[in-house]
T-cell receptor
Framework: AQSVTQLGSHVSVSEGALVLLRCNYSSSVPPYLFWYVQYPNQGLQLLLKYTTGATLVKGINGFEAEFKKSETSFHLTKPSAHMSDAAEYFCAVTSYYGNNRLAFGKGNQVVVIP | EPEVTQTPSHQVTQMGQEVILRCVPISNHLYFYWYRQILGQKVEFLVSFYNNEISEKSEIFDDQFSVERPDGSNFTLKIRSTKLEDSAMYFC???????????FGSGTRLTVV
């Protein structure tokens, strides 16, 4: 079964500082990896995804993530945090093979400090 | 941009009652899903649906739950005899090609009292 680990449920970052959210996955087959963002009282919005090809992927709102197979990681970064980045962020994994269900991490609640 | 629409946004029900959560997936998507998120916990897979039948269900999705695509556009989740522990946010999702990812609705917050 596939799984995702996100450490640190709450992450505080100063406005203008680097945002780094860590995601490590477990998968016995090539993974498809996703980052979703959830703003208060809203649904899950796709930030970015890795399926095949370029390992550095860029998403919306200035976020990017790099797939590192050797480290089984897919960490999310943004060079400069903005107040509007305050939200919950979820990493998720699935695969082309098998049942295609998404397995989510526990999420990171990001707080941006002015 | 196409959206997945869920109704209602909030539902309060008494324990033991039946609820139906409704979803309108993106029109050209063929794969449909229900997930739930209990407060403070992970988003959990419930069930996937393809070609008018369940393609996979989790251990959570027991006989209390059922899904239906009654009219070619709506996708419903029925929970019979609700329990307190069914209180959660329920998300509907749909997808076309796996490479394009899943589109989620805004969720239905179900509170069982």
């Amino acid at each position: 079964a596939q799984s995702v680990t996100q450490l640190g449920s709450h992450v505080s970052v100063s406005e203008g500082a680097l945002v780094l959210l860590r995601c490590n996955y477990s998968s016995s087959v090539p993974p498809y990896l996703f980052w979703y963002v959830q703003y208060p009282n809203q649904g899950l919005q796709l930030l970015l995804k890795y399926t095949t090809g370029a390992t550095l992927v860029k998403g919306i709102n200035g976020f990017e993530a790099e797939f590192k197979k050797s480290e089984t990681s897919f960490h999310l970064t943004k060079p400069s945090a903005h107040m509007s980045d305050a939200a919950e962020y979820f990493c998720a994994v699935t695969s082309y093979y098998g049942n295609n269900r998404l397995a989510f991490g526990k999420g990171n609640q990001v707080v941006v400090i002015p | 941009e196409p959206e997945v629409t869920q109704t209602p946004s909030h539902q309060v029900t008494q324990m033991g009652q039946e609820v139906i959560l409704r979803c309108v997936p993106i029109s050209n998507h063929l794969y449909f899903y229900w997930y739930r998120q209990i407060l403070g916990q992970k988003v959990e897979f419930l069930v996937s649906f393809y070609n008018n039948e369940i393609s996979e269900k989790s251990e959570i999705f027991d006989d209390q739950f059922s899904v239906e695509r009654p009219d070619g556009s709506n996708f419903t989740l029925k929970i019979r005899s609700t329990k307190l522990e069914d209180s959660a946010m329920y998300f509907c999702a749909s997808r076309g090609l796996l490479e394009d990812g899943y589109t989620f609705g805004s969720g239905t917050r179900l509170t069982v009292v």
